[in-house]
């Protein structure tokens, strides 16, 4: 075995305690490989999607490696090590983290995302009574789901053939909309429902989709923050206890109510990724499809395998290929210096798809035992750490409660046929999705019809 250099241990030491390394380490650092793509390597990043960061780790038997994208020096990092640097460590900020076009699409500005410290966890805690604490607001949110999908049955049995992943954003944006109690009066489910979708969709790429997508955003951002000027002045009553009132009646560490700005955009943060289910929902379709074991197993009513398929459905599917943030000081990784200002790139997509971490982690295997109630900086489809002080995804509970209830819809509550179709999954496209959009004919009701019956409907 190799003897440890004086400065390998302290740097060891600095990762462990996640305390600065002092400046006399730096000369001692590790220096780390570097991609060898020449110049910016943001096309390659563009053609290559979720296969960019994992390829380049494996061709340089690494975890780390540097690279250049949009211009600026970027290290990519993958792995429980660098999930616990992201998300346990303190030493980094998502302030300047994403470009501009992605940071207004997804999290947006004045977002708990954008937060640090004290700051962060006081907002944060907002998302974990919603989305963590209340399961009664749990089960009305797949008690709505349900009664939204069976509702749009009658009108796909009239059709030829369903599109699974644009019908399944309409049933989830009228869910969420109605799930936070928004009122409707100045919205437009249809309209407001699509613009939802396209803000997932469009952060991946550039371009006049993308753009389109945060002109219809800036829309419907305005649209909601005059809600919540109206819910403040008294114009329009909301539910007491529902999310919208929620958000409307936060006060931040000093008392004060959040602008209507930040308010509207924390509702959005709650309204698209509920939406974004959706594409795991679709892929879930696809593995029924494709394991017919799985499907007349969970059709026979086995609910106690329903988390494992929907936790492995979320560590196979690509999603967020990655996740970013800044170094807010200097900093030792595993022997690596990291300068204070440094882009970091967390590869969400390489960690849950490494052999050492998942054997055969291409294969679609339900008994790996995965759950989001862990914390073991592996299976990080959402994130990684402890939810309340980190940034990880709060919403984790109710993507995976909504997911086991499309499941039992699917296996029990319809029938379909699946459509010769190309259900091919290109990776080079984020975010992925199959190219058919996953189209199902003679879709038919099974069972009996059920009226469950959500409260404030
Ligand atoms: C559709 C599946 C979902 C995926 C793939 C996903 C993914 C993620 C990821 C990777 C992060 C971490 C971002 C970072 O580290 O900077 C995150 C954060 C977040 N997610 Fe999700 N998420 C999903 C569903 C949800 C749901 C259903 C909600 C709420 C209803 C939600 C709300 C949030 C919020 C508010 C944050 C910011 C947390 C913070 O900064 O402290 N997400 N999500």
Not at 93 to 108: K, S
Not at 342 to 358: K, M, V
Request: net charge neutral; aromatic share 6%.
């Amino acid at each position: 075995m190799r003897g440890k250099s004086e400065g390998e241990d302290q740097s060891d030491l600095f990762a462990k305690s996640g305390q600065p390394a002092p400046n006399n380490t730096a000369t001692q650092a590790h220096e780390i490989p570097r991609d060898t793509t020449r110049g910016d390597a943001t096309l390659s990043l563009l053609r290559e999607g979720y296969a960019f960061i994992p390829q380049r780790m494996k061709r340089l038997d690494t975890n780390i490696f540097r690279t250049r994208l949009m211009l600026r020096d970027t290290l990519c990092l993958s792995g429980p090590a660098a999930a616990e640097l992201f998300y346990g460590s303190g030493m980094l900020t998502r302030i300047g983290a994403m470009p501009q076009t992605v940071l207004r699409l997804l999290q947006d500005k004045e977002s708990v995302q954008q937060l640090d410290g004290e700051e962060h966890r006081h907002r944060k805690a907002m998302f974990i009574r919603l989305l963590m604490q209340d399961d009664d607001g749990m089960t009305r949110l797949v008690a709505l789901f349900r009664r939204h999908f069976i509702a749009h049955l009658p009108e796909w049995e009239q059709r030829d053939s369903v599109a699974l992943s644009t019908e399944i954003d309409r049933i989830l944006a009228e869910t969420a909309l109605r799930w936070t109690g928004t009122p409707l009066a100045t919205l437009d489910l249809s309209r407001d429902g699509r613009t939802l979708a396209e803000m997932v969709q469009g952060a991946g790429r550039f371009g006049p989709r993308t753009w389109l997508a945060l002109a219809r955003r800036n829309r419907l951002e305005k649209r909601i923050r005059s809600i919540f000027k109206d819910i403040r002045d008294n114009r329009i009553a909301v539910a007491e206890g529902s999310p919208i009132d929620h958000v409307a009646q936060h006060r931040d560490r000093q008392g004060a109510p959040l602008s209507p700005r930040a308010a509207a955009v924390e509702l959005i943060n709650i309204l698209r990724p509920i939406v974004a289910i959706g594409r795991y929902i679709v892929f879930a379709a696809m593995a029924l499809h494709e394991h017919d074991e799985w499907r007349r197993l969970l059709a026979a009513g086995a609910d106690e395998l329903l988390p494992d398929f929907a936790e492995e459905i979320r560590r196979i599917s690509p999603f967020f290929p990655f996740v970013g943030a800044v170094a807010k000081e200097d900093m030792i990784f595993e022997g690596h210096r990291i300068p204070k200002g440094q882009w970091l790139l967390l590869d969400l997509y390489g960690t849950t798809h490494d052999e050492t971490l998942f054997p055969e982690p291409h294969r679609f295997k339900p008994h790996r035992q995965l759950s989001w109630r862990d914390r073991n900086n592996a299976f990080i489809p959402q994130g990684a750490g402890d939810i309340a002080t980190t940034h990880r995804c709060p919403g984790e509970r109710a993507t995976v409660e909504i997911l086991m209830e499309a499941i039992r819809i699917l296996t029990r509550d319809i029938s379909y046929e699946v459509a010769e179709q190309d259900l091919e999954v290109p990776l080079n496209r984020v975010p992925a999705g199959p190219k058919s959009g996953f189209v199902m004919t003679k879709v038919r009701r099974t069972a009996a019809p059920d009226t469950p019956s959500a409260p404030g409907q």
